[in-house]
Nanobody
Framework: VQLQASGGGLVQPGGSLRLSCVAH????????IGWFRQVPGKEREGVSC????????YDSDSVKGRFTVFRDAAANTVYLQMDNLTPDDTAVYYC???????????????????WGRGTLVTVSS
């Protein structure tokens, strides 16, 4: 499975970005799919995840109230809407999925079975 994230870029603090994730060659019908980020020298962090089974989402404390994960099944795309960005949100963002488990909480906290290339988000004035 190839997951491709896009939409990253440079944004000022307080600004917004929307990231997209497309599954190449497959329908985006994983039990759980979500977004992760990583800063060099730090562990990967699961930020926002979605259960395809029941649409229950999980957001980490660091992004709760600012980030929203949602999907467009017709477009075979999962999005991450990021609002009120801060410099601490600067990272490479990846989308990842779990092929068997449907828990959004488990995906964000235990990691994906599949993930692809990331997209860089830089928050700076």
């Amino acid at each position: 499975v190839q997951l491709q994230a896009s939409g990253g870029g440079l944004v000022q603090p307080g600004g917004s970005l929307r990231l997209s994730c497309v599954a190449h060659g497959f329908t985006l019908n994983f039990p759980a799919i979500g977004w992760f980020r990583q800063v060099p020298g730090k562990e990967r962090e699961g930020v926002s995840c979605l259960s395809s089974l029941n649409d229950i989402t999980y957001d980490s404390d660091s992004v709760k109230g600012r980030f929203t994960v949602f999907r467009d099944a017709a477009a075979n795309t999962v999005y991450l809407q990021m609002d009120n960005l801060t410099p601490d949100d600067t990272a490479v963002y990846y989308c990842g999925a779990h092929l068997t488990h449907s828990s959004s909480y488990a995906l964000c906290n235990n990691g994906p079975t599949d993930w692809g290339r990331g997209t860089l988000v830089t928050v700076s004035s």
